[in-house]
């Protein structure tokens, strides 16, 4: 009866060991974008072919491998923020003047620091 009680907290702990060290291993999965994707997004941004989601998921999860990738994305969110992007009819993106001025100048900026690094 004792072995019972052994064997059977021996296969909890076992388990339990094995869960945590799989969680220990796992890493969370992080968005990591180009400049040149970031560009294409702007770009279409502008062009109003840019699903609103794919706006979203952009401007609202951090990029913490690029920290001039993360500037032009919080520029976004503040234009988002500021309703100078909404939606349009068919769920696209939809910018005012003032909203494609300083995306192409975030376009600019961007494709001039691409030319500086080669």
Request: charged share 20%; hydrophobic share 40%.
């Amino acid at each position: 009866m004792g072995y019972l009680f052994l064997i059977t907290l021996l296969i909890c702990v076992l388990l339990l060991g094995s869960l945590f060290y799989l969680l220990a291993r796992l890493r969370t999965p992080h968005y990591q974008v180009t400049k040149q994707h970031v560009i294409s997004i702007l770009q279409r941004a502008i062009d109003q072919q840019l699903d609103i989601s794919e706006w979203h998921i952009f401007i609202g999860l951090p990029i913490q491998h690029d920290p001039e990738l993360e500037q032009v994305r919080q520029t976004c969110q503040h234009l988002d923020d500021t309703q100078q992007v909404k939606p349009n009819c068919e769920q696209k993106l939809q910018c005012n003047e003032q909203a494609v001025e300083e995306i192409n100048h975030l376009i600019d900026q961007l494709k001039r620091q691409g030319e500086l690094q080669c």
